[in-house]
């Protein structure tokens, strides 16, 4: 892996995925081209998916080196030294991969006031080489620019939610601003009615391809990269193939324009949402 931290144009979500069989779909995932695999601390699935990882690189599929396997902290484990036991409980539980590249805070819990101290600990263990890259996920400017005060280091990554129906795009920007690469979190909605939606299925049917394709291949317009779930080696090939897409700015204009300002899934907003 190279010093600077590249993200794949599309990756892999774990939420849900549980037990060994489960951790065949990131083996397939990673057959089929994925790159970049998530995972967090409180999926309870570090385990499986280290394996799947190490099953691909095992069946030859890609070069360890070339994966980008992330983590994350929840907020039960913040302060420095709480914080520090999850990443190293976290990197036992992935041992068959060697270091996590990717590790990141997983909500920023404002309420709590401890994700300044849980940062430290992220650089410590970065310093240690338990990891690789150290991130955020769901953080607001605020949050963002209070790191970078007390601690003089940005995150590499912030994994956030976005999906037509919440673009969250001054977040984006604000990112790319800060030199912050962005993943975003339930890219297709979860599967819900976005994928049902007219605009959406106009876009789709003008190039020939599924709904969730249309709507990755929007993120993808937008210099995001998406980290869809799937279970289905079928579907996750169909998710990777939305990298190839390529949408017109009116077309992005007309899925962005979907966006509304109560369409979080489950209206976590980060500024008062707390996540233990
Ligand atoms: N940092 C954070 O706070 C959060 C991070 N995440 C991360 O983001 C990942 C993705 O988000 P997630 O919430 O899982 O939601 P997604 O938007 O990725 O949707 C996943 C659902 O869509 C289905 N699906 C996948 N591909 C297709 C397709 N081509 N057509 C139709 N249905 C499809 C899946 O079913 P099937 O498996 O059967 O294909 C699953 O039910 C998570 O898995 C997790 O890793 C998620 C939430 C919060
Ligand atoms: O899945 C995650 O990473 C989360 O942070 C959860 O909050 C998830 O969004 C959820 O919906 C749990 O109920």
Do not use: C
Request: charged share 20%; no cysteine; glycine share 8%.
């Amino acid at each position: 892996m190279s010093k600077n931290l590249h993200l794949p144009a599309i990756g892999l979500g774990t939420y849900n995925l549980r037990g060994r069989e489960d951790g065949r779909a990131v083996t397939s995932a990673i057959a089929v081209g994925y790159r970049l695999i998530d995972s967090a601390f409180s999926y309870e699935n570090e385990g499986i998916v280290a394996e799947g990882v190490a099953r691909a690189v095992d069946e030859g599929h890609a070069a360890r080196e070339e994966l980008v396997v992330t983590s994350k902290v929840p907020g039960r484990h913040f302060g420095r030294d709480r914080a520090l036991w999850a990443v190293e409980e976290s990197a036992a539980r992935m041992r068959p991969i060697g270091p996590i590249d990717l590790y990141l805070i997983h909500w920023p819990n404002p309420a709590q006031d401890l994700y300044v101290d849980t940062w430290r600990a992220l650089i410590e263990a970065r310093e240690q080489g338990l990891v690789r890259h150290i991130g955020v996920s769901n953080f607001l400017p605020e949050h963002i620019a209070r790191l970078e005060d007390e601690s003089g280091v940005l995150p590499a990554v912030n994994q956030i939610e976005s999906h037509p129906r919440f673009p969250n795009t001054e977040q984006i920007a604000y990112d790319a601003s800060r030199g912050i690469l962005t993943e975003a979190w339930s890219p297709i909605g979860r599967s819900g009615e976005l994928l049902t939606d007219p605009v959406v299925a106009a876009v789709a049917q003008a190039h020939g391809v599924t709904p969730a394709q249309a709507v990755l291949a929007w993120h993808v317009a937008r210099g995001v990269t998406p980290i869809p779930k799937s279970s289905s080696p079928q579907r996750q090939a169909e998710n990777l193939a939305a990298a190839d897409v390529v949408l017109t700015a009116e077309e992005v204009a007309a899925l962005t324009a979907l966006g509304r300002p109560d369409g979080r899934l489950k209206g976590q907003d980060p500024a008062v949402y707390e996540e233990m």
